[in-house]
Each structure stands twice: as C-alpha cells, then as structure tokens.
C-alpha cells in the first residue's frame, strides 16, 4: 500500500456544525502533515506530528483541532468554521526520506 | 514573505517542444527541491527533486536543475505531451525534526501543452 487515503472527499458543513476529515497511512510513515489549499493558491502547512505526537502547529486557529490516535490515523476536528474556511484539505506523510513525502487527494470543505 | 516563487502564472507550449519552468527562493537553509504536479481536486503527485548538493537530476523527460548561487531551479519537459497540462508546483524543504520535513511550496505555474 503506496497512498494516503482522505476520507470524505466531500464535505459541506454548517457554520455551528461539528465534524471530522480522516487521513490513513499503512506504509509506515512516522511523520503525517495537514495542508491548507485555497483555490489558486499554493498548499499552506497547517500542523506537523512526528511518532504521534503534535511538533508543528502553524498558528492554526483552535476551531481546528489535530488528532493522532495512532501512527497510521490522522484526524483534523472541525468545530464553528467560517465561510473562508472552506478549502481543500490535503494530508501526507513521509519517511526520514523526503523521497517518500506522500499525499492524499483531499477534502474539498465546503463551510455555509 | 514568500520563500519560494514562481513569477509566471501560466505557460503555453506546443506539442513535442519544450516546457521550462522556473523557481526562485530565497531561504538558503532549504535542503531539497521537489517539482509537484497537481490536477483540481487532487492532492499534490511528486515529480522529480534534487538535494541542495547537487545541480541537476534527470528521470526520463524531466530534468531539474539547481543553480545554487542565484537561488534558481528549472524544471524541463522534453518532449511535451498533452498529458502534461497541469499546475505544477516548485517546493523547497527545511527538515522540521524526528523524520519530519516542512514543505514550502510556490504559487505554481499552469502549464497548457497544445497538440
């Protein structure tokens, strides 16, 4: 198994509304990234966990919340987003290599 | 403060020709350069990189050269196909601690390969 795997692809949400998007990685990768992509733009790092544990966090509000249950399970909470919160969301992940740097497809957050 | 850019928004290039792209940093602590290339609603694909000691890497029709002293890459495609129509991504590296890496990426360029 060679990928990442974001789930949902899709999301729309309510600005009152509390909800979740899922990365999963089985190759081993110690180190997993949430990325920010607004339309046009290029990816922005949101949050970094090395061996499961939070190392980077990019001065990300807190209605953003990272998770690291385990080191093949990325989850990023969502709580009281606003309009301009709506973004494709882009996990990875990689190896001590930065050959190995993988990501996802995203999820396209849709706030209203 | 953009440490990675990419000043030409866009490309046209025919078929069988040519495609150069172009870079330009300014963090001299960047270790990597990767080159992504990324379809809407897709996550980014890896392309071709080359490390901060060397100045140029090949792999097939892609070749990434480094200039290190004026901070500068290029990515070129030869030959262009139409299947190469996409936004690419120039990206640079700080490495962030525990096998975990930060990457910084430009603007990107939309490349347009005409048949």
């Known amino acids: 198994d060679t990928e990442v795997t974001q789930t949902p692809k899709h999301l729309v949400m309510g600005m009152t509304n509390k909800k979740s998007l899922k990365c999963e990685q089985h190759?081993?990768?110690?180190?997993m990234y949430w990325y920010k992509q607004k339309a046009k733009k290029p990816p922005e790092l949101m949050f970094v966990?090395?061996?499961?544990?939070?190392?980077i966090n990019e001065s990300v509000p807190s209605r953003f919340s990272p998770e690291c249950p385990n080191s093949s399970l990325l989850n990023l909470h969502l709580h009281a987003l606003q309009p301009e919160d709506s973004a494709l969301y882009l996990c990875?992940?990689?190896?001590?290599?930065?050959?190995?740097?993988?990501f996802g497809s995203g999820t396209r957050l849709t706030v209203v | 403060d953009q440490q990675v850019k990419q000043n030409s928004p866009s490309l046209s290039v025919q078929e069988g020709r040519i495609s150069i792209l172009n870079c330009d940093y300014t963090?001299?602590?960047?270790?990597?350069f990767l080159w992504y290339k990324k379809y809407p609603a897709e996550g980014p694909t890896f392309l071709i990189s080359?490390?901060?000691?060397?100045d140029k890497n090949e792999d097939g029709r892609f070749t990434v050269f480094l200039n290190k002293s004026a901070k500068h890459l290029s990515l070129h495609i030869v030959p262009s196909q139409p299947g190469d129509s996409a936004v690419y991504f120039c990206?640079?590296?700080?490495?962030?601690?525990?096998?975990?890496?930060?990457?910084?990426f430009g603007k990107g360029t939309k490349l347009s390969v005409i048949p």
């Open positions: 990875a992940s990689s190896q001590e290599w930065i050959y190995g740097y993988t």
């Open positions: 190759m081993g990768h110690r180190a």
């Open positions: 966990y090395s061996y499961e544990k939070l190392s």
């Open positions: 963090n001299s602590m960047f270790d990597y």
């Open positions: 080359i490390s901060s000691i060397k």
């Open positions: 990206a640079a590296t700080t490495y962030s601690g525990a096998g975990s890496y930060q990457l910084t």
